[in-house]
């Protein structure tokens, strides 16, 4: 997968940057924090369902995401918001896994956030032959996130793109991008959402977090334990930017280059202790017993 910083992509300094120009593309957008099944429909439409890896056949469109360095909601300081679920490796890892192209991430400033809804979207059409864009109903964008899905359907009614001298571009035939809109994905009469998944992370339901997210919650230990070989790991909760339980103890899995490592996290108020069955070098800690707690895409889904 090639991934590509914005000012990369607006510059087309990207490694497959002519390549976006020719070829159709087929793009979403959002912040993608967890890449859940909600997630994983919005980019099955784009990746046709390719699985594992990246596909280069010359005769399909790309699938390209557009996502966020970090959340915005985070970069805005709000409360509501108990930390992230997927590290930005952990993100670009599943995204690579789930056959994604390229990957354009924007790190969120008052640049990015003043860009009128018709701004971006002229912004991308500039720089890509976009055969299709997949979005969930209720997607909205743009300054102030006053653009919704019918704007974004209107602004590409028969317009072609523009290229970056201002006129139009060539492209697709007839300069034509359609949308598709993506039901979301329901459990439990409720709709999965990153934001749920934080609520059940946080609550100490493990369970119900893998069942949204396909796979179990992970912490990505990389700049907080140092690579070293360890049988106990303590952090305070502040260090870490992934959203924790609840006070408690939790059945966990360390893993890395020494194997899977059964042990224990106990939470506290303001800090975190794992307790490893044995010494051993870890770089990524997942909740439940091996793969007690992971749970089929398709297990729990209202129809």
């Known amino acids: ?13 990207t490694a497959a940057g002519a390549e976006l120009r020719r070829r159709p593309c087929r793009l979403t957008i959002g912040a993608f924090d967890g890449l859940h099944l909600g997630h994983r429909r919005l980019i099955d439409a784009i990746t046709g369902g390719a699985g594992s890896g990246p ?3 010359a005769g399909r469109p790309i699938p390209v995401v557009v996502t966020f360095r970090r959340p915005p909601g985070q970069v805005l300081g709000k409360t509501d918001q108990p930390g ?7 993100k670009l890892r599943r995204l690579a896994e ?34 299709r864009i997949v979005v969930g109903p209720n997607f909205r964008f743009g300054r102030n996130r006053d653009a919704d899905v019918r704007d974004l359907e ?14 139009a571009a060539p492209g697709l035939a007839g300069g034509s991008t359609t949308v598709q809109a993506i039901e979301p994905v329901r459990i439990g009469g409720g709709i999965v959402s990153s934001s749920r998944i934080r609520r059940a992370v946080r609550d100490g339901d493990l ?42 103890t939790y059945e966990v899995t360390g893993r890395g280059p020494d194997g ?3 042990g224990t ?39």
């Open 207 to 248: 369970d119900g977090a893998a069942a949204m997210l396909a796979a179990p919650h992970e912490i990505d230990l990389a700049g907080l334990v140092g690579g070293q070989a360890v049988t106990v790991v303590r952090l305070a909760r502040a260090a870490v930017s992934q959203v924790l339980p609840v006070a408690g």
């Open 154 to 167: 209107a602004m590409l009614a028969g317009a072609a793109a523009p290229n970056l001298a201002g006129a």
């Open 1 to 13: 997968m090639i991934v590509a910083t914005w000012e990369e992509f607006l510059a087309q300094r």
């Open 84 to 90: 992230l679920i997927l590290s930005l490796a952990q």
């Open 265 to 303: 996290l106990v939470a506290a108020g303001d800090s975190v202790v794992v307790r490893l069955a044995r010494e051993a070098s870890i770089a990524t800690l997942v909740f439940g017993s091996g793969q007690g707690n992971e749970r089929s895409p398709r297990d729990g889904i209202d129809r």
């Open 98 to 131: 789930l056959a994604v192209g390229v990957t354009v991430l924007i790190d969120f400033s008052e640049e990015i956030s003043t860009l009128s809804g018709r701004e971006f979207i002229d912004l991308l059409r500039g720089r890509l032959a976009i055969e």
């Open 260 to 262: 899977d490592v059964p």
């Open 55 to 57: 596909s280069r056949d």
